[in-house]
């Protein structure tokens, strides 16, 4: 599974972070920012819900 930001329309909620902050960090502009696109096994799920939380859709997976 691979996982990428849409800065653009990301609002730095920080919801993405707190459900999986292996993945995501908000960065110093206070946007998310994905530490590694390439999602490990273990956080797929965290990830999907991530994606599914985000208020603003911001969150792209792809298997
Ligand atoms: S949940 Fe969405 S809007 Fe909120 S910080 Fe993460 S990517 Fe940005």
Redesign the pocket.
Known sequence: MKVK???D?????????A?CDQV?E?DDEG??TVKNAEVEESHKQEVQD?AD???????EVEE
């Open positions: 930001v849409n800065r329309s990301c609002i730095g909620c920080g919801a993405c972070a459900i995501f908000i946007l998310s991530a939380s985000c208020p603003t859709g911001a969150i």
